[in-house]
Structures are given as C-alpha cells and as structure tokens.
C-alpha cells in the first residue's frame, strides 16, 4: 500500500487566495483526519470524518476553513481567504475501525502539505 | 476532557546509553495510549500502543512503553540508544468510554542521540 497520499507537497501562496489541500487515505480505512502543525500550537486536530460523514469539526479554526470527503478514496481541506497565519504544515491521517464495538486505534499519517502564505 | 503531557521538550542520551521519554495522561475513565515518532519533514510515525492486557508493550526499533495506572504513566523506553533515534516523539491519548474518536497528542518531546 502506498499510504497516505497529500498533494501539493510544499504550497506557496499569497495572502488573499484560495488554497486546496488534498488526501488520499489508505484504502479501506474509514476514518480520516486533518491536523495542523506549528511551533507555537503543536499538533491540532481540524476535523474528523467517519465514513465520509464529518463528525468533529471543533477544531477548525475559523469559517475560512472548510474540509469535504465526496467519497472514500478522497478528501479536500480549503482555506479562503488565505491569511499568513494559516501557514503551517497541514497532515492528513487514515484510520480503521477493526470491528464493530472496537475502538478506533493507531493513525496513519501522510507526509503532509507545508503551506506557506505571504 | 483528555489531556497528555510531556515535561521535557528535548532530551540528549549517548549512543549506547538507555533512553526515556517521559509522559502523563489524564482521561476520565481509562485510556488507549500510544508513541508516535516523527522525522524531519515527514509525517507521524506509529510505534507502539498500549490497549489492554500486559502493561509493557514492545513497539518498532526496539522501543518499548510501560503502561503504569497508578502514576498515570506512559513512558516510552529503549535499552540501547542509536543515532537514528534523533527524532521528535510524540505521547498520545485516547478516553475509551464514549466511543469518541478524538485523540490528543502530546507537544512532543525532541530525542537527541550523540554519538
């Protein structure tokens, strides 16, 4: 399996503008997840899908911020407008519930997408 | 509420040397722990879990975690350090009850092995 798969790698763009990042999870996991990284914040948990269907969106951080799954080989996360302090590196996660009443386990990471916005 | 801390933001061992990464939780009822390790520009890394059963768990590369509920505990262990060890680590946790999915991960701890 290839893994998680994020494009573009490395995004610059300028204040102002649309910004699309993408995920392809792992085939056959049926949670996804983006996370934001930076020095001053760490690790934070965006927004959670379970079966395509978003269940935890408190983590993003403002309506500028929106996050799709049309299907399950395919997830969008958008920023517009794009503002210098959403640069960061943004990861997708994959994961699987192995049965039912089980509960969900480790996560696996895509490389991730460096957003640089100026 | 689910938090997890991690007390030292880098810490150097010498090759060879035993190494330990510290890490706390706190969860409401009991906890899914796991280690995640990450490279220079690259994703996190799973490297082992503690779910249920024996509370030392053995993960990739030779690490292990020992699970210890009284001290709230999950430090992450390894015999004999290697230079490929540098790296950022990452504690995190999990509440069982509830059937909620969100984990919360540590700030992450940066293991400098010297040669």
């Known amino acids: 399996d290839a893994g998680v798969i994020q494009s573009p790698r490395h995004e610059v763009t300028e204040m102002g503008q649309e910004v699309t990042l993408r995920c392809k999870p792992i085939?056959?996991?049926?949670?996804l997840f983006w996370y934001r990284q930076t020095m001053m914040r760490g690790l934070e948990l965006l927004i959670y899908f379970n079966n395509n269907v978003p269940i935890d969106d408190s983590g993003m951080p403002e309506d500028r911020f929106s996050a799709k799954m049309p299907n399950a080989s395919f997830s969008t996360l958008k920023i517009q407008p794009s503002e210098p302090r959403d640069s960061a590196v943004y990861f997708c996660a994959s994961s699987f519930r192995p049965d039912r009443g089980e509960s969900l386990y480790e996560q696996y990471f895509g490389p991730g997408t460096r957003l640089t916005v100026t | 509420a689910q938090s997890v801390a991690q007390p030292e933001d880098q810490v150097n061992v010498a090759e060879g040397n035993p190494l330990t990464v510290k890490c706390t939780y706190s969860v409401s009822g009991n906890p899914y722990l796991f280690w995640y390790v990450q490279y220079p520009n690259r994703g996190l890394q799973f490297l082992l879990k503690y779910i249920t059963g024996d509370n030392l768990v053995k993960g990739s590369y030779g690490f292990e975690a020992e699970f210890n509920k009284s001290q709230t505990s999950f430090h992450l262990k390894k015999p004999s350090a290697l230079v490929s060890d540098s790296a950022l680590y990452f504690c995190a946790v999990r509440d069982r009850a509830g059937g909620y999915q969100k984990v919360t991960f540590g700030t992450g701890t940066k293991l400098q092995v010297i040669p």
């Open positions: 085939s056959g996991h049926d949670y």
